[in-house]
């Protein structure tokens, strides 16, 4: 293994950052990483269980004088988001990330980097496998699959668990506190599809939206980033309603709850009408970097004839109910917060979208602090479906975190930062699933607190994180633990 950050401080955080570089872990894939946890476990002589969800527990005895101080456990996920640029040639069920410096930043190379949640699992094993940190009875919690749906943290069985503490390291800017969160639910739309044979006077174009920046579902929904799926969506009807086309395919995005950066989608004209689609689909082109000029400048419209024949095409009825569905489905920010200024409530992505034999596949990530918002936009999914020939199910939920105005966390939290750096830390609630949420109803009493080092365009492959603000929430992390009495 090359040690690319073999001398960057904090260095034994670092050294396990690297190491789980070197390892496999999309979400799903994640047995590899599972027993490299025990294997650390064994290697440091701590008690360690691994369940069948694969999820981790590591515990640590208190050091002297922390006796009788409560346990405290130090949480964050296993699993990442496995994005890659199109041109980037890399297995993520295989192969090792590539991590590269730049000036203060690591990155991958053309892929995700993993910090979400790799720094939180480095942290806490710097911790387990060090005699010089003063702290509470620890347990190191690390779930599977949190990307995806957080399985892991749905499947822990409680009794595994000893601490009411909780200290979340799923946060991605520094000197902000995180003490609420949103929940979610994914919910799946299919719109059945039906295939006729192609008549072989039909012209058939490919049509591509590029050079969009994608991001976190959660953290930069409000950041008015164009979301691919839905902008070939405006494309298809814009075609539709002066041209009889038919679709042959529709693929775009790959994770639910990552902004989707590039869609394709293959239609069939008439040859008389091929002037026309050209036209309408440049003329989206140019409005797109007209209304994404701020948050997605390089957003570009490709499309060309397609040099083979199409074998199959959508019937009238499923183009007609795949494009209709496509254009009026809800997207973006539907709410923002009345008590949180700034917030946002409620909102939708439309991650995924993709063909099979029988059907038109939807995905979509649901979040809102406001149970009774959550299930109101599920609603509205099923309805648009049912007026388009299609159904919506639910394949995944979490609750929202409420905020705790008694947290004792908190306040060791907030006093040891105003220590340290001379100002308050940013007390706040963020629009995206956190484990905790899930924690707190499953243990029924939880004190728990989320922070984090700042990471940039997670979920992309731009990713990146800050070495200095690892090592500043690193010392910070430290003097918590030290703290707690």
């Excluded at 090359?2 to 955080?13: G, S, Y």
């Excluded at 409000?222 to 002066?242: A, F, Q, T, V, W």
């Excluded at 809800?330 to 009345?338: A, K, Q």
Aim: proline fraction near 3%.
């Amino acid at each position: 293994m090359i040690e690319i950050l073999k001398d960057i401080q904090p260095v034994e955080v670092f050294k396990y950052f690297e190491e789980l570089s070197q390892i496999p872990r999309g979400s799903g894939n994640e047995k590899e990483v599972s027993d490299y946890l025990v294997s650390f476990a064994k290697e440091h002589n701590l008690e360690c269980v691994q369940d069948s969800a694969l999820n981790v527990v590591i515990k640590k005895k208190a050091t002297t004088g922390y006796e009788n101080s409560p346990a405290v456990v130090l949480q964050g996920h296993m699993d990442m988001v496995c994005e890659k640029n199109i041109d980037i040639e890399h297995d993520f069920s295989k192969d090792p990330l590539k991590l590269r410096i730049i000036d203060d930043m690591v990155y991958a190379t053309g892929t995700t980097l993993g910090a979400d949640n790799g720094i939180a699992v480095a942290m806490g094993l710097a911790i387990l496998s060090s005699n010089e940190y003063e702290h509470p009875a620890m347990e190191l919690l690390v779930t599977t699959s949190e990307e995806t749906g957080m399985y892991g943290a749905m499947a822990l069985d409680p009794k595994n668990i000893e601490g009411r503490t909780l200290i979340n390291i799923d946060s991605e800017e520094e000197g902000v506190l995180l003490v609420s969160c949103a929940g979610g639910i994914t919910a799946k739309t299919t719109i059945p599809a039906a295939w006729e044979a192609i008549d072989g006077n039909l012209v058939p174009y490919i049509i591509k939206i590029r050079g969009l920046k994608g991001g976190h579902s959660g953290m930069e929904i409000d950041k008015e980033r164009g979301n691919s799926n839905k902008l070939m969506g405006r494309i298809l009807m814009c075609i539709l309603s002066e041209i009889d086309f038919r679709l042959s395919s529709l693929n775009g995005g790959s994770k639910h709850n990552a902004i989707p950066r590039e869609t394709d989608a293959v239609i069939l004209v008439r040859p008389e009408d091929k002037a026309l689609a050209e036209k309408k689909i440049s003329e989206c082109g140019e409005l797109f970097k007209t209304e994404l000029r701020a948050s997605d400048s390089d957003v570009r419209v490709e499309f060309e004839v397609l040099p083979t024949m199409i074998e199959e095409m959508l019937s009238k009825e499923s183009t007609n109910n795949v494009v209709n569905y496509l254009y009026l489905v809800i997207n973006g920010v539907t709410s923002m917060s009345m008590d949180i200024k700034g917030l946002v409530e409620s909102s939708l992505n439309l991650g995924v979208i993709s063909t099979h034999n029988d059907s038109m596949e939807f995905i979509s990530s649901i979040r809102s602090s406001v149970r009774s918002l959550k299930n109101e936009l599920y609603n509205r999914l099923v309805v648009t479906a049912k007026l388009n020939g299609g159904s919506v199910a639910s394949e995944g939920g979490y609750p929202e975190w409420s905020y705790n105005p008694d947290s004792k966390i908190r306040v060791i939290f907030e006093e040891v930062y105003e220590k340290m750096y001379g100002k308050k830390p940013h007390i706040t609630a963020i629009h995206a699933g956190l484990e905790c949420g899930l924690f707190a109803e499953k243990f029924g009493e939880l004190d728990a607190i989320s922070f984090g080092p700042n990471l940039y365009d997670v979920h992309t492959p731009n990713e990146h994180m800050s070495i200095a603000s690892v090592q500043r929430m690193w010392e910070y992390l430290l003097k918590v633990l030290k703290n707690v009495k």
